[in-house]
């Protein structure tokens, strides 16, 4: 069985600050990883992913994640945080196969962005 | 090109009620899934189906039921709607080597 932990259900960061969202998983097998970012009344959009690749994997709007096996961690992080970063964040691991992208997700990050 | 359509968007039932969340994909996706998401608990799997006339059980399936009878459409049925199904309803796709592509959701609330 797969499981998602994220640490912190809420974070907040001032305009400018790094951004670090963290996240641990468990699988029986390699996994995939993937960040997702979620909008005020939207679907869930991809911000990036891992799929045994580069560890270090680069998204959308700046962000970037690292795998890390011995950690069994694949936290996300953002440089410089913008107003429009406020938002849920979800980290969630597929062991993909027959099922295609059958996910499990953590209980989300919500991220509050202050001026 | 839509992606994930989902409807409705919202819907209040009341207890005992049947409803069918409908959720259509044009991407030629083979796979296709139902979540819940409920305040600090992410996302939970509800049922997914791997092709058409495939459907199979996933973490929560209890008060739920699916059909896949063409590739395109995944509606999911409420036959007695409980309080306990207040949620947020997610349909998403994929194909084999993509990431899964999420609707817009439905906020459905039972009172």
């Known amino acids: 069985a797969q499981s998602v932990t994220q640490l912190g259900s809420h974070v907040s960061v001032s305009e400018g600050a790094l951004v670090l969202l963290r996240c641990n998983y468990s699988?029986?097998?390699?996994?995939?990883l993937f960040w997702y970012v979620q909008y005020p009344n939207q679907g869930l959009q991809l911000l990036l992913k891992?799929?045994?690749?580069?560890?270090l994997v680069k998204g959308i709007n700046g962000f970037e994640a690292e795998f890390k096996k011995s950690e069994t961690s694949f936290h996300l992080t953002k440089p410089s945080a913008h107003m429009s970063d406020a938002a849920e964040y979800f980290c969630a691991v597929s062991e993909s196969g027959a099922a295609g992208n059958k996910l499990t997700f953590g209980g989300g990050t919500r991220v509050l962005v202050k001026p | 090109n839509a992606g994930v359509t989902q409807t409705p968007k919202f819907r209040i039932l009341k207890i005992g009620q049947s409803m069918t969340l409908q959720c259509a994909q044009d991407?030629?996706?083979?796979?296709m899934y139902w979540y819940r998401q409920d305040p600090g608990m992410g996302l939970k799997l509800i049922y997914y189906s791997v092709g058409a006339g495939i459907t199979d059980k996933g973490e929560v399936p209890n008060g739920y039921n699916v059909s896949r009878s063409t590739t395109e459409d995944f509606p999911l049925r409420l036959e007695l709607a409980a309080p306990s199904q207040t949620s947020v309803y997610f349909c998403?796709?994929?194909?084999?080597?993509?990431?899964?592509?999420f609707g817009q959701g439905t906020r459905l609330t039972v009172v």
């Open positions: 991407m030629n996706h083979n796979y």
């Open positions: 699988s029986s097998v390699p996994p995939y």
């Open positions: 891992y799929t045994s690749a580069a560890t």
């Open positions: 998403a796709s994929c194909a084999v080597n993509t990431e899964a592509f």
